[in-house]
C-alpha cells in the first residue's frame, strides 16, 4: 500500500473540500478502493499506486480550476472527476485563460471550444459583422451571445440586441396562447438559455427592464438605428432577403453584429425564399465582412448529434443525385419509398 499527500495551498480548502465535505465525499466515492483523508490544505491518499495516481490527476484538475476561477459547485466538481476524456477536462480545466469569453455563474468558463469556433471569435475581433452558417449543435449562437457578452462586460458596447425571425416549422403564433410577449418568447428560448449561462439571474433581470440586453422578434427591428451595441440575429435562414437587407441596414456607429445560420433547417413556407446564402454572397468581399462556415466536426452537443447530421448530409446528397439524374420525379419517388 502507498501513500500520497497533496497539498492544498494555492486554493481555499473549503472551496476544495465543500459544506460539511460534501465535496470530499463525493470524491471518496468516486475512488471507494483508495483511503482518502482530508485535513486541513492536505488530502491524502492511500492505496494502490495506479489508484492513487488516477486520484491525484484528478484532484490537480480541480485545483487548477480552482486557481482559476475561485468556486466550483458540486455538480462541476463531479462532471471532472467523472471526466475521463480530454474533451471533457479541456472543458472544464482551462489551459489559456486569455481564452475564457465570459466567466458565468458558478464559476462556469465560457469559450470557443472547436478549431472554428475559434475563428469566429478571432474574425468577430477584426470584422463588424460576421456571417456565421452551420448545423445545429456547432455552438453558433452561444459563442455569439458570449462574443456580445464580453463586449458589454468590457464596456465595448453599451447594449445587446439578439433578434431572430418569429418563424418555426409547421407553427403559427397566431396559435399560441398569450399575448404577444407570451407568444414570441418561446422562439426566443434559446438566445434566454445561453444568457442564463453568462450571467447572474439577478443582473441579467436588471440589464433587461433597463433594456441594455434586448431579445425581440426581427420584425421590431424596422426603422431603428442600433448604435454602440452587439447585434444579433440567429436562426437567419428563415430571413427573407427583404428581411436580412432590412436587417443590415440597422447597423448604426461602433456597432457590430453576428448572423448565425443553418441553411438545412428553413422553415419558411414554400413561397418565401431565404434570403440568408444570397446576402453571404454578395457581401463576401467586403471589407469588415467575415465569414465562416461551421460543420459537424464543431458540434458539441451529445456526441449522436454529430453522427446524425452526417446522416442527413449523406442522404442529402443521395437526393441531390436522384434529382439530377431523374428531375421532377424525384419527389414522387421519396413520398413513395
Known sequence: MTETIINLESVNPIDFFGVNNGKLDLLKKKFPLLKILGRGTQVKLCGAPEHIENAREKIELVIQYLERNGNLTENYFETILGGDDAETVDHFVERNPNEVLVFG?????????????????????????????????????????????????????????????????????????????????PYLRPLYDALDDMIPADK????????????????????????????????????????????????????????????????????????????????????????????EEDVVRHRLVKAIIKAYDKEKEREDDWEREHGEGRREFKDRR
Not at 457578452?149 to 440586441?161: M, Q
Not at 457590430?256 to 425564399?273: E, F, H, R, W
Request: proline share 3%.
Open 204 to 295: 441579467l433581470g436588471y440589464y433587461m427592464t433597463t433594456r441594455t440586453i434586448e431579445i425581440a422578434p426581427l420584425a421590431y427591428m424596422r426603422g431603428r438605428t442600433l448604435d454602440n451595441a452587439y447585434i444579433i440575429l440567429d436562426e437567419a435562414q428563415n430571413a427573407t432577403d427583404l428581411q436580412l437587407k432590412m436587417f443590415l441596414t440597422r447597423i448604426g456607429a461602433n456597432a457590430k453584429a453576428i448572423i448565425t445560420g443553418d441553411m438545412t433547417q428553413v422553415d419558411l413556407p414554400k413561397s418565401q425564399k431565404s434570403g440568408l446564402l444570397k446576402s453571404s454572397r454578395i457581401l463576401k468581399n467586403i471589407n469588415g465582412i467575415a465569414h465562416i462556415e461551421l460543420d
Open 105 to 185: 455563474p458558478n464559476g462556469k468558463t465560457v469559450r470557443a471550444r472547436t478549431v472554428n469556433q475559434k475563428k469566429m471569435v478571432a474574425m468577430s475581433e477584426t470584422n463588424d459583422i460576421v456571417f456565421a452558417l452551420g448545423p445545429a449543435g456547432t455552438g453558433k449562437t452561444y459563442t455569439a451571445v458570449a462574443l456580445a457578452v464580453r463586449a458589454l462586460k468590457n464596456k465595448s458596447v453599451k447594449k445587446i440586441i439578439l433578434t431572430r425571425p418569429a418563424v418555426e416549422a409547421g407553427e403559427s403564433l397566431g396559435f399560441l396562447p398569450g399575448d404577444l410577449k407570451e407568444k414570441i418568447d
